[in-house]
């Protein structure tokens, strides 16, 4: 327990690696750990994207290094870690969060095996690349640390005519977490899975910009109703990534709305809450609301 503060969720001095750093939730990933006082390494291939978000750590008076990589390249990622160390010592914390759906679109029987092949690339061995490139350092200085797997609520189970990779990358990322977190637990290195239901990012953006038909398949599911916001995932991050979840190894926290707690029903019409009030007598069908106590 390293906290200086008194705050479990204080990640101060602590060196963290996030990938696919460029952009969606890799940037809040970045600014939140950088927020809580993190040294923050960004790994990602749009350098010029890395850089500028490197300025406004600094602005915002953090710290933090950018490093262009490819994480479908083991050569590329052990690279960030070595960078990581000579800047700042040591690797306390690494967010394997680059990925792709490159697969998504065509039907699963139709769909080119080189996309498929693609999305299991960046998905899944650059994350194993990521979490063996950091795992060793962390288990060979001997203080521990927390690797953060990202995975989706989508790896939980099948969803119709989804990307069936993506999908199959996001399962394994949970069952490797538990292989690591069971093999690395006993030297100090916990390894967990974040996984995100439905949020803002460049991959779901197609999704809220089609046709209305499309959004309203996207949040028929979620009990809470909407998207997530982007700040929604620094609480479950911060606590995944500091001494607040010592005890925590193996698990896979899921930040979705409610969206994995239903058996696959679709949230109620309008059209079908109405006729269930009307239905149900002396008014014990209508759903309490402030308008309706």
């Not at 925590?248 to 239903?262: I, P, Q, R, Y």
Request: glycine share 12%; net charge negative; hydrophobic share 45%.
């Amino acid at each position: 327990m390293r906290q200086a503060n008194g705050n479990l969720l204080d990640v101060s001095g602590r060196t963290a690696i996030v990938t696919g750093a460029s952009s969606g939730l890799g940037v809040t990933f970045a600014e939140a750990l950088s927020a809580a006082g993190a040294n923050v390494v960004l790994a990602a291939r749009r350098e010029d994207r890395l850089t500028a978000l490197v300025d406004r750590l600094a602005a915002a008076g953090g710290s933090a290094l950018a490093v262009k990589c490819d994480v479908t390249a083991p050569d590329q990622v052990e690279a960030v870690v070595e960078a990581a160390c000579q800047r700042y010592g040591r690797v306390d914390i690494m967010v394997n969060n680059a990925g792709t759906a490159g697969d998504g679109g065509p039907r699963p029987e139709r769909l080119p095996h080189e996309l498929f092949e693609h999305t299991v690339r960046v998905n899944l061995l650059g994350l194993w690349y990521g979490c063996q490139a950091a795992g060793r350092r962390m288990l060979r200085d001997g203080q521990g640390g927390s690797i953060i797997n990202i995975s989706s609520i989508a790896g939980l189970g099948g969803v119709q005519d989804f990307p069936p990779a993506y999908q199959a990358t996001k399962a394994a990322a949970i069952n490797l977490t538990r292989n690591l977190a069971v093999s690395w637990g006993d030297r100090g290195v916990r390894t967990n899975v974040l996984a995100p239901g439905w949020f803002p990012s460049e991959m779901t953006d197609p999704y809220f910009q089609a046709p209305p038909v499309m959004k309203e398949a996207v949040l028929a599911p979620i009990p809470n109703g909407r998207v997530g916001a982007l700040s929604e995932l620094v609480g479950p991050l911060l606590f995944l990534a500091s001494d607040a979840s010592s005890y925590v190894n193996g698990h896979t926290l899921v930040v979705d709305g409610g969206f994995s707690a239903s058996l696959g029903q679709a949230r109620h019409s309008q059209e079908y809450v109405d006729l269930i009030a009307a239905f149900i007598p002396n008014g014990l069908g209508v759903a309490i609301t402030p308008e309706t106590p």
